[in-house]
């Protein structure tokens, strides 16, 4: 089966641009997260989506960052306007709603944003 | 809230040789999952292994096994046999089956692995 997919790879912008990141996840997977993983960190969840419903988007900076779940499939995740404080790598991840690998996340390659 | 420690931010181990991780986390919950990650330069994020709380044996994948520790809220990653293709970023990892906390996954800081020939 596909893994999950993520776009662009790598983005470099200016500080107070916008940006904005995709993530296809694995067919099927009811539940998606964006993560956020700074240099030397471990990821941190941004948002979490149960089909296209926001389950919890607690850490979300909702000043600047946006995200949505267009028929319960791919997601997009926004940040206007990016800090220099943003640049990380951000992770998208998809887990089945049924079997044996329920409490399994499935990560995408990430998406690393440099802020100048 | 949950949390998770890797003291460790770097461990070397010879190629053939053994080494263990370690992971310590906080929890009140009694049944939860807990995961080795594995991130290597190319950033895709491998499951390792995983381990469900209520199971008192260890899990074990191949060259990869656990030593859980409930009690002591522990829980290692020995690699046996280690080869220059280990050599990533690990990161251990807490999922709560409570409702209030979702399912996310609470990481570690990470521990570097490196592998020598």
């Known amino acids: 089966e596909a893994g999950v997919a993520q776009s662009p790879r790598y983005k470099i912008i200016e500080k107070r641009q916008s940006v904005a990141f995709w993530c296809n996840p694995i067919?099927?997977?009811?539940?998606l997260y964006w993560y956020q993983q700074i240099l030397g960190q471990g990821p941190k969840l941004l948002i979490q989506?149960?089909?296209?419903?926001?389950?919890?988007d607690s850490q979300l900076p909702k000043d600047r960052f946006s995200a949505e779940r267009l028929k319960g499939v791919d997601s997009t995740l926004k940040i206007q306007p990016a800090k220099l404080e943003d640049s990380a790598v951000y992770l998208c991840?998809?887990?089945?709603?049924?079997?044996?690998?329920?409490?399994?996340?499935?990560f995408g390659p990430g998406t690393r944003l440099t802020v100048l | 809230a949950q949390t998770v420690t890797q003291s460790q931010p770097e461990m070397s181990v010879q190629e053939a040789e053994t080494v263990t991780l370690s992971c310590t986390y906080d929890?009140?919950?009694?049944?939860?999952?807990l995961f080795w990650y594995k991130q290597p330069p190319s950033r895709q994020m491998i499951l390792v292994i995983r381990?469900?709380?209520?199971?008192?044996q260890n899990a074990t994948e191949n060259r990869f096994s656990v030593n859980f520790q409930k009690a002591a809220k522990s829980f290692s990653l020995k690699i046996s046999d280690s080869q220059l293709g280990d050599a990533a970023m690990y990161f251990c990892?807490?999922?709560?089956?409570?409702?209030?906390?979702?399912?996310?996954?609470?990481f570690g800081a990470g521990t570097i692995l490196r592998v020598k020939s």
């Open positions: 929890t009140s919950e009694s049944d939860y999952y």
């Open positions: 381990q469900e709380a209520y199971k008192q």
């Open positions: 067919s099927g997977h009811a539940t």
């Open positions: 989506f149960q089909n296209n419903g926001v389950v919890d």
């Open positions: 990892a807490y999922r709560s089956l409570g409702q209030e906390y979702g399912n996310k996954l609470v």
């Open positions: 991840a998809s887990s089945p709603s049924s079997g044996g690998r329920v409490f399994e996340q499935f």
